[in-house]
């Protein structure tokens, strides 16, 4: 089955750059259209990034100019890359795979990742 495993986070300080990522397996990882969410606990789940190789890339506007997302097709790797990091960018980052565009446009991901925890300090 399809599974997606996040890595990256930690403990980092105000100004840090971080890079988050999301390996998949089980799956054509070329044909999903790949997105993080960031969540606190006790809050909804909040849209972060988003890329797929049909649509293009996406950030959440807080993450405009200071972010990039990419990914590896050939390693079925996504990367999150945050630059200049503050204390609101703290939560649970997740990655999410939809298997077509209608279920990407609609965020009905078919797969979720169980999560990568980033605490940043000031």
């Known amino acids: 089955q399809v599974r997606l495993v996040e890595s990256g986070g930690g403990l980092v300080h105000t100004g840090d750059s971080l890079s988050l990522s999301c390996v998949v397996s089980?799956?054509?990882?070329?044909?999903?259209?790949m997105s993080w969410f960031r969540r606190i606990p006790g809050n909804e789940r909040d849209f972060v990034a988003t890329?797929?190789?049909?649509?293009?890339?996406r950030l959440a506007d807080g993450l405009v100019g200071r972010s990039t997302i990419s990914r590896d097709n050939a390693k079925s790797t996504m990367v999150l890359r945050i630059n200049d990091v503050s204390p609101e960018d703290t939560g649970v980052y997740s990655c999410?795979?939809?298997?077509?565009?209608?279920?990407?446009?609609?965020?009905?991901?078919?797969?979720w990742g169980q999560g990568t925890q980033v605490a940043v300090s000031s």
């Open positions: 999410a795979a939809a298997t077509t565009l209608e279920k990407y446009f609609t965020r009905q991901y078919d797969y």
């Open positions: 089980g799956g054509t990882f070329s044909t999903l259209h």
């Open positions: 890329i797929s190789n049909d649509y293009g890339t």
